[in-house]
Structure formats: C-alpha cells, structure tokens
C-alpha cells in the first residue's frame, strides 16, 4: 500500500472515531433546541429540509432528523445576516457600476435587462415539451444558418476561382 493511501486512511479512521466518542457522549435525553419553521430575525425563512438522501439511504431515527435541523438552524441563524451583509453590498457594487454609464447606455441596458425578464418568464410557464421543443428549433435555426453560410463561402470561393481562369 502507498504511503499516500495509508495516510488517507488513517485520517479518515481518526475522524470516524472522533465522530464515535462525540456520539457517544451525547446526552441521549437531552432536550432538542427548537427550530421553528419561521421564527428569524431576518427576512429570509428557515425551511427544515434534510440534506438529498439522507432519509431514504441512512434511515435516520427522528432524533437524529431533529437534530440535523437545529444544526440547520443554528447555522441559519448565523449565516442570514452575512448573506443580507452580501445582498447589501451586491447592490452597492451595481449602483457604482451603473453610475459609470452614459444615461443612453444605461437605458439601453435596462432595456435588455426588461426583456430577457420577460422572456424567462414566458420560458419559465412552459411545459417542458416546449421548452425542449423551443431548444430543438433553436439548435436547428443556428445550424441551418451554419450551412447557408459555409454554402455562401464555398460559392464565393468557387466564383473566384472560375474568374481567374482563361
């Protein structure tokens, strides 16, 4: 076995059983904090949700769910107010870059901004037989317009060449 090997697994064996010894000593009875689905202090709600297959594949207890949503909570809490911190400073950011434009730019900008809106909107309400449907004639639109104009080349190629002949 490589040395690279061992030692991967050697840490992975230390975190397991550190993971083992924290488990164990875990008051079994212990209260579990509540996590009430709506209670923040920040505009965003707070959804329990477990992470994608942890129900099904490793056949969680309930107190095992509930203590994955006060973790979840927990951590909510704590990173709402960074990601509000984030939103704030994304908009200043935009405000600046926008005070660099022109008022006939920036109109031009709104303009496209309005209207891709609208088009994911109108996309957004389609089955997705349409929107495949919609993404097929795309594809087939673009690459006939490959073939016209490669075909354009090839007979503005070809014309030149018979010019140049006796």
Same mark, same amino acid.
């Given at each position: %076995?490589?040395?690279s090997n061992?030692?991967v @697994?050697?840490v992975? %064996? @230390?975190?397991?059983?550190v993971? @083992?010894v924290?488990?164990?000593?875990? +008051?079994?009875?212990?209260?579990q904090?509540?996590? +009430?689905?709506?209670? !923040? !202090?920040?505009? $965003?709600?707070? #959804?329990?949700?477990?992470?994608q297959y *942890?129900k099904?594949? =490793?056949?969680l207890?309930?107190?095992?769910?509930?203590?994955?949503y006060?973790i979840? #909570?927990? *951590?909510? &809490?704590? %990173?709402a107010?960074?990601?509000?911190? /984030?939103?704030?400073?994304? %908009?200043?950011?935009d405000? $600046?870059?926008?005070?660099? @434009?022109?008022a006939?730019?920036?109109l031009?900008?709104?303009?496209?901004? =309005?209207?891709?809106?609208r088009?994911?909107?109108?996309?957004g309400k389609? !089955?997705?037989a &349409?929107r495949?449907? /919609? $993404?097929r004639?795309?594809?087939?639109a673009?690459? $006939?317009?490959r073939?016209?104009?490669?075909?354009k080349?090839?007979?503005?190629?070809?014309?030149? !060449?018979n010019?140049?002949?006796p």
């Open positions: %076995m490589k040395k061992r030692l @697994l050697g992975g %064996m @230390l975190v397991v059983l993971a @083992l924290a488990w164990a000593q875990e +008051p079994k009875d212990a209260p904090p509540k996590t +009430p689905a709506n209670e !923040t !202090t920040t505009k $965003k709600k707070f #959804y329990r949700q477990l992470p *942890y099904q594949a =490793a056949d207890k309930q107190n095992q769910v509930d203590q994955i006060a979840q #909570y927990e *951590y909510f &809490q704590k %990173m107010p960074l990601e509000e911190r /984030i939103d704030a400073l994304k %908009m200043e950011r405000a $600046k870059v926008q005070a660099v @434009l022109t006939d730019q920036l031009r900008v709104n303009a496209a901004i =309005a209207e891709a809106k088009e994911l909107e109108i996309f389609l !089955t997705r &349409q495949e449907a /919609i $993404k004639a795309e594809k087939e673009a690459e $006939k317009a073939q016209d104009a490669l075909r080349v090839l007979q503005e190629s070809e014309g030149g !060449t010019k140049t002949k």
